[in-house]
């Protein structure tokens, strides 16, 4: 400390002055914490999220849900009202066609994990805002990390173009295996069981996603 500060400090008491050093360096994303966490330490941090604006609007955050060492990581786009409701994902109608298209391929829902790109409900149930993606990936990549599963099934155009880190049209990204940097775990992409709801002549074709989701997790031997 330099002697005029010295002096100035003494005059109020204080005799030693240490700096802080921030906790994070100017620009660094919170990811370089999130990277870090346990599954406990993961599920405080989105309950406390704070780190985009919807965190003012939601009712509570929606973690996941599942098994953590499940052989299936299923990712949806964002909570809807009723998942907001009930702090876990896909329990609606759309979450009931999931259950059925997750026994189609006999997995029952308690054996996958289930999560969102997004960890809190849109309001109004738009698309998720860049910046919202950018806060609340890091928290999904960790999830990723934690359970390391043999497959990550995608479900919408806008889980799988956040989580590919592209903005492929969902019918080129269906039909293929992906492989999600830096994991290494494949991404088979298929259609939103919501839009299914809509679309139920699109069903036939999520069938072949799902059966190419299989082969893939069997290929790992899963
Ligand atoms: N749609 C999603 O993408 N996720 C949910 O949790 C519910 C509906």
Known sequence: MDARRAAILGTIGVDRFVARTPLLAAGAAPATATDRLDWDGLAAAVA????????ATRTQTVFGVGDRGARWLVVGEAPGAEEDRQGEPFVGRAGRLLNSMLRAVGLAREQVFIA??????PPG????LPEEVRCCL???????????P??????????AQNLLGVDTPLGQLRGRSHELK????PVVVTYHPAYLLRSPG??????????LAMEVARGRGA
């Open 125 to 128: 149930n738009r698309d998720p």
């Open 48 to 55: 406390g999220c704070t780190r985009c604006g919807l965190a």
């Open 150 to 159: 043999a497959l990550i099934l995608c479900v919408g155009r806008i889980a």
């Open 182 to 185: 830096p994991f290494g775990t």
């Open 202 to 211: 699109e069903k036939r074709k999520s069938w072949a996603d799902l059966k």
């Open 138 to 148: 890091p928290y999904l990549h960790r999830q990723i990390a934690l359970i390391d």
């Open 116 to 121: 969102n790109v997004l960890k809190c409900r």
